[in-house]
């Protein structure tokens, strides 16, 4: 029997989505991403998970929201912003992006900046808004932002479609590994 050599296959669509390593970068990744909102209101607090991460502000603006490229939902995003914040640029949450929004408004009080990806498979809910198949690869990705007196003013919860997201990352010089 004669053996296959193995076959890689490309997307079935190009990547929408490079995630980024850095802050600056990751503010500009959504760019020419169109927004639909599914639900928003005003919180008193953090979901439980995010709690511990920094001092909380009195009320938080929660927004979900299914990010779409080309026609094509690639990112299921719920986002929670300093409310005060929010209020202040209300117009630009609402219709944009909320990294390079952020970005923008509050880059120079940003103290720290973190995320974290695992990788999973999407449940009933996210395949129908991602439309992909039940348990179809996704990348979960949470990311948090504090200001300068350590207090939380963002934290977001993004499941990508997982034929639409790529993350590169810099290994350096081989000749530096002993």
Known sequence: MARRRPHWRSPAAPIAHKLALDWKSLAAVHD????KMLEQG????LPAVDRD??????????MRRVHIRDGRPYLV?????DDALFRKHAASFRKSPVLP?????AGNVLSR???TL???AADVEIAGLLKIPLNAPVARIDRVAIDREGVVIYT?????RGDSICMEMELGSPSLVV
């Open 42 to 45: 005003v919180l008193k607090s």
């Open 77 to 81: 995003a719920t986002v929670w912003l």
């Open 53 to 62: 991460k920094g001092k909380q502000v009195e009320r938080y603006r929660m």
């Open 156 to 160: 977001g919860h993004g499941v990508y």
């Open 118 to 120: 695992t990788i999973g």
């Open 101 to 105: 929004t952020l970005h923008r408004v």
């Open 32 to 35: 020419g991403a169109t927004i």
């Open 113 to 115: 900046a973190w995320q």
